[in-house]
T-cell receptor, first 115, second 111 residues
């Protein structure tokens, strides 16, 4: 089966610009996650969707970050405006139901550099 | 505060030697426990997980981990490391659907 797809793989922008990342989860996976992984740190959950509804966005900086999952499939994560500290790898993951007993499958990530 | 600690930032072992990567957590109850591996430019891949039952769990690629409740630890082991095991390893805990990752341990394998 196809894995989690993400694009672009790399993005370089200047601070104060906006950027968007796209994620296509594994077919049939109802739960979708966006993580931020800063260099030298473990991934940090930004937002979690169940189908097209938000389950948890407590760690999403809502003044600049937004995410949507229209039709409960693909998802986009947007940053507007970007700051230097947003430089990180943004990982998307999906799982079948929303439960720890089911494995999260990760995409390859989008590496964002903000200059 | 709830946390996941991987005390070793970087470990170097010789090929064929044994490996142990440490992980400690601080949560009120026993959470679900995971080990993931991340190769350069790749996403995270699940090595193994613990929910309940036998405290020694087997995973893929010859890895195993042991849950020790008294020490709040979930250390990852492999009896003989291969050069292809060089990667970043992350311990993670899921407490009531709140997944937290450790900072990771980078493994270098010497020939």
């Amino acid at each position: 089966e196809a894995g989690v797809a993400q694009s672009p793989r790399y993005k370089i922008i200047e601070k104060r610009q906006s950027v968007a990342f796209w994620c296509n989860p594994i077919s049939g996976h109802a739960t979708l996650y966006w993580y931020q992984q800063i260099l030298g740190q473990g991934p940090k959950l930004l937002i979690q969707f169940q189908n097209n509804g938000v389950v948890d966005d407590s760690q999403l900086p809502k003044d600049r970050f937004s995410a949507e999952r229209l039709k409960g499939v693909d998802s986009t994560l947007k940053i507007q405006p970007a700051k230097l500290e947003d430089s990180a790898v943004y990982l998307c993951a999906s799982s079948f139901p929303r439960a720890a007993s089911y494995e999260q499958y990760f995409g390859p990530g989008t590496r964002l550099t903000v200059t | 505060a709830q946390s996941v600690t991987q005390p070793d930032i970087h470990i170097t072992v010789s090929e064929g030697a044994s490996l142990e990567l440490r992980c400690n957590y601080s949560y009120g109850a026993t959470p679900y426990l995971f080990w993931y591996v991340q190769s350069p430019g790749q996403g995270l891949q699940l090595l193994l997980k613990y929910f309940s039952g036998d405290t020694l769990v087997q995973g893929i690629k010859g890895f195993e981990a042991e849950f020790k409740r008294s020490q709040s630890s979930f250390n990852l082991r492999k009896p003989s490391v291969h050069w292809s095991d060089a990667a970043e390893y992350f311990c993670a805990v899921d407490n009531n659907n709140d997944m937290r990752f450790g900072a990771g341990t980078r493994l270098t394998v010497k020939p």
